[in-house]
């Protein structure tokens, strides 16, 4: 008699689910552009677009572990209009109806709006407050943490070297203006036009040493512990997941540490407000997010992604694509 066929085998589960979103940059305002002036911004749909993400990913199956808040999420506006403190509390709220934990990347709108030491005491402060899981400098907001057994997250501070967020009095201020000074000849520092380093812009940023040499002591352990590792930070630090302007200042640098271990399996960011992808010489995944804030209300943009033991799976919803990432 025939044996009966065996029935496939059930395929493994995720061993984490992450919600991705970026760039929401909230505003109680009307709608806007971009600086072209060719790109409409949402601000106040952004906030029921994170309503919506929030809403899906409360009913989805397998419940997903941690919300990845890829920066920027109030627009810089909140600061002249006096409700940086207002908007901030409405999108927290929102991300807080999750009961998981909720990793925020600082990008420069969050500068715009409010200094680092209030930063710290925001709800943005997802560094633990008294961990040694960052860099010496506990105003950086650069930390990992393992969210399983064998994976990492390592959350970066692209703003460590930036003339945002600190006092024009203080020496980290006057070290990142020289910085940018030297490759930006331009009177309006946040203009790009003519340089041989497009990127050298004010609203990007750069990596401290510190942070950097944390930043290998961290992939160094991964390696030795058989990790694979998710990296995210606001602003991305390959060119091919970037339009050229939108990188950070010293993304080289920040390669160089990732391409001398082998544990990085994909870098997240945001700050593009296009998505743009590559995967790098080495095998890295870069994956630029669409913002919520130029999304039409009518759409969305977040995913969730799910990692398996040889790949991760990107879930996107609205303008935000499906993708298949495998390391
Ligand atoms: N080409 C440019 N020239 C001059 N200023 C610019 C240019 N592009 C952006 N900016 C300014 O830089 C700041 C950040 O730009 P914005 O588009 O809000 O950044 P984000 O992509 O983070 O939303 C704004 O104050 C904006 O007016």
Redesign the pocket.
């Known amino acids: 008699a025939a044996t009966a066929p065996r029935p496939p085998a059930a395929a493994a589960p995720p061993r984490l689910a992450l919600g991705l979103l970026a ?1 929401i ?1 909230f505003a109680d305002a009307e709608d806007g552009h ?3 002036g060719c790109r409409r911004r949402y601000y106040r749909h952004s906030l029921r677009l994170l309503r919506e993400a929030v809403r899906e990913w409360a009913g989805e199956s397998p419940p997903i572990d941690s919300v990845l808040q890829l920066g ?1 999420c109030i627009d ?1 506006q909140n600061a002249r209009r006096g409700e940086a403190e207002s908007a901030l509390q409405q999108v927290l709220e929102v991300l807080g109806q999750l009961s998981v934990p909720v990793h925020h990347a600082w ?3 969050e500068l715009y709006n409010f200094s680092r030491a209030r930063l710290v005491r925001s709800g943005l402060y997802s560094r633990a407050a008294g961990g040694s899981d960052g860099p010496p400098d506990r105003e950086c907001h650069a930390y990992h943490c393992s969210p399983a057994p064998r994976l990492r997250l390592v959350v970066l501070d692209c703003y460590d070297t930036s003339t945002l967020g600190r006092d024009p009095g203080s020496p980290r201020y006057q070290e990142a203006l020289r910085v940018l000074r030297e490759k930006n000849h331009n009177d ?1 520092l ?4 003519g340089l041989k380093e497009p990127h050298f ?3 990007n940023g750069g990596f401290s040493q510190a942070q950097l040499d944390w930043f290998d002591e961290v992939l160094k352990f991964s390696d030795e512990n058989q990790e694979k590792v998710i990296v995210m930070a606001h602003v991305p630090i390959h060119p091919s997941a970037s339009n050229g302007v ?1 990188l950070a200042w010293n993304y080289e640098a920040a390669l160089s540490v990732i391409h001398a271990h082998g544990c990085v399996v994909c870098v997240l960011a945001g ?3 296009d998505g743009a992808y590559c995967q790098d010489s080495h095998g890295v995944h870069h994956l630029t997010l669409e913002g919520v ?1 130029e999304t039409p209300p009518e759409s969305n943009a977040f995913g969730t992604m799910y990692v398996y033991e040889d790949k991760l799976v990107l879930k996107g919803r609205g303008r935000i694509p499906d993708r298949v990432m495998h390391f």
């Open positions: 760039d940059q971009d600086f072209g920027d810089g990008g420069n709108h309006d946040n203009n790009p036009e812009v004010a609203f939108c700050h593009l407000h804030i």
